[in-house]
Structures are given as C-alpha cells and as structure tokens.
C-alpha cells in the first residue's frame, strides 16, 4: 500500500496540536495545571521540534515551579523543565523528547506489569533505581527514595532528609482497623487488622471480659495472620463460626513490638432472626438468611 502523502497527515495533526495549545490557558499561579501536563508537554515539543532548536535565551525560559522530582533540560538543552514522576510515561530513546525525562534516581524502563497475552503494550514508565526502604528524618518510612524525594519537594519547609537506610523504627501502627459487624445467628463473621511495624509486630485478638487470648479452646472461633499484604506488614484475621448470641460484645485488635503497642476495638452485634424480622427491613432479612448454608461451606475451609 502506498504512504499517503506527508501533507495529509500533518494537517490534521496541527488542527489537534492548535486545539491543544489554544485550549490551555499559559500558567498563572505556582500550581501546575491539573491533568497530564507532561503529555500535553509532548505535544507541544513535538510541534518545536519541526522548527529545530532556537539559539538559547535562557531569560526567555519559562521557570519550572512545582516540579517533585526536579528539573532536566529541555529538549534543546536550553530551559528547565518538570521531569516526569515515578510512573509517567517517558521515552525510552534517549534522543527522543516525546514524554520527556524521568527525574533523578529514576531511570526509563518497559513496564512488564500490562496483560501481553491480552494484547497490552507495554509502555515506558520511570521507575526508581533503588527499592530500599528508609528512614525521613519526619520518622516516616519510605518504599524508597525517590518517594522521599518527592515528599520533600512537595513540602520544601519541612527539611526532609534521610535519618537512616531502612524504615523507621517505632510501635506498630494499625493501618486498617476491624470494623463494627452485626449478623444474624448461624452466619460467620470475620474481622481483620492491618499493620505496619518495623521491627515486626506480632497480632493477638481478645474479647472484652474474657481474661484469655483468643481463640482459647473454642473451636467455632480462629485466627489467622500472614505478613502483608505490603513490607513490614503483618495481617491478622478472627473469624467467628454460627455466631451465636452470646459472641456479641467487644473484639480488640492487639499489635506489639519491642517499642509499644496499639489496639482497636470492634464490636459484634447478633441478631436472632426474630430480631432482625422486627427490624422492619425485609429486604435484608431474606438476603441474609436465605443463603446461609452455601456461604458457611465455601469460606469454613479457609481459616481452619
Ligand atoms: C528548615 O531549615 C531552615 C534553614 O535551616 C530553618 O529556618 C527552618 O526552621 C527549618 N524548618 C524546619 C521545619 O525544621
Ligand atoms: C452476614 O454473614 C454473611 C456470611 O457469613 C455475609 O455474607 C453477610 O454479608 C453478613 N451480613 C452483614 C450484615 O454483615
Ligand atoms: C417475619 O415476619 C413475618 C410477618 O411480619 C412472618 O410471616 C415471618 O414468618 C417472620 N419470619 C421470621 C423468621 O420470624
């Protein structure tokens, strides 16, 4: 097939390129414009390119503000400009100023996460060089240290620096706490505690009244805990088997370390059917109590 001719592609292409540039109003404020900025960059280095590179005045540059994760040169080596993000597209041709420059500590890599059997490209992102975690001197722990870098450009005033490689030792916190569950007799219920602590925390679930670590000896009651689902993560599980009533009350959440401890409490409530008929809500009451036995089946192997 014959290429169709320069000249019918590059109109259309400048009818979008004008839109573009005509649609986005220049930068007032400090904020960058909401949105894919760097993209829109492209299009615009794009339309530079065909006039090649200007000679350089640097007083005629515009000053980037706001960039987390600092300025590279432009395309001409001549103006600052925003370097892309952990996670921004960018051009794997080091000689091609598409998508632009990913940012210091960050390097152009294919993204091998997209489905290929299911026909995704994979596109290149910035990624970080390193994956340690570590230590801000505001006692956070960083996945590493190209997201310390970008907390600390976002907030200049806060000195933020690097205390130590490695996260931040402290007592465990508890990043997602059991919630409040009601259920009617006979249902299972399960609780689950998320949390982060360095060194790790270790997990144990207790009944207000009841003087011992759960489970005990009650076999229609377990726990489970696994680490994660992140690094220095610990999840723990408390599953309740054909709640009866005499299972409501308050469950806590207990994590500890060598440097403290947190809890979180949630409670159970249990309704007998006849309770729950008297609710009033008879939309729930056949949605609860229709599939009981089926649900009790699948999920009773998980936790034993
Ligand atoms: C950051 O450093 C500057 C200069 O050293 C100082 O004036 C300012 O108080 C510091 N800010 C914080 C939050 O420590
Ligand atoms: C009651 O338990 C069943 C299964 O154990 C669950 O599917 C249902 O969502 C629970 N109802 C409420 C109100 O939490
Ligand atoms: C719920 O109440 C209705 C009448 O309001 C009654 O017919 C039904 O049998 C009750 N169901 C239960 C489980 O008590």
Not at 150 to 168: K, M
Not at 173 to 198: R, S
Not at 284 to 297: I, K, V, W
Request: charged share 20%; with cysteine.
């Amino acid at each position: 097939m014959p290429q169709p001719p320069a000249a019918a592609l590059a109109l259309p292409l400048l009818l979008l390129l004008l839109l573009l540039v005509v649609r986005t109003p220049p930068p007032t404020g400090a904020r960058p414009p909401p949105g894919p900025d760097y993209l829109r960059r492209g299009w615009l280095r794009l339309l530079a390119e065909g006039e090649g590179c200007a000679p350089c005045r640097q007083e005629e540059c515009a000053a980037p503000r706001g960039c987390l994760a600092g300025r590279v040169r432009d395309a001409c080596g001549c103006c600052w400009e925003c370097a892309n993000l952990e996670g921004q597209l960018c051009d794997l041709d080091p000689s091609a100023h598409f998508y632009g420059r990913c940012g210091e500590q960050l390097e152009c890599r294919l993204d091998a996460g997209g489905d290929l059997s299911r026909g995704e490209v994979p596109e290149p992102l910035c990624v970080c060089r390193s994956q340690r975690p570590l230590c801000g001197s505001d006692g956070r722990t960083y996945a590493q240290i190209c997201r310390l870098q970008e907390a600390a450009r976002a907030r200049p005033d806060a000195n933020l620096t690097v205390a130590h490689p490695g996260p931040c030792e402290s007592a465990p916190q508890i990043l997602l706490h059991p919630y409040d569950v009601w259920n009617v007799t006979g249902q299972d219920v399960i609780f689950g505690c998320e949390v982060f602590a360095y060194p790790m925390a270790s997990i144990e679930w207790r009944k207000d009244g009841l003087d011992i670590q759960l489970p005990g000896d009650d076999p229609h009651i377990s726990v489970q805990f696994r680490g994660g689902p992140q690094r220095f993560e610990v999840t723990g599980w408390l599953q309740i088997q054909a709640v009866r009533p005499s299972d409501e009350g308050t469950y806590r959440c207990l994590a500890r370390n060598a440097l403290g401890q947190v809890e979180a409490p949630a409670s159970l409530t249990v309704l007998t059917p006849d309770q729950l008929n008297s609710t009033g809500i008879p939309q729930l009451s056949s949605l609860h109590l229709a599939p009981e036995e089926e649900a009790e089946s699948e999920e009773g192997e998980d936790y034993y």
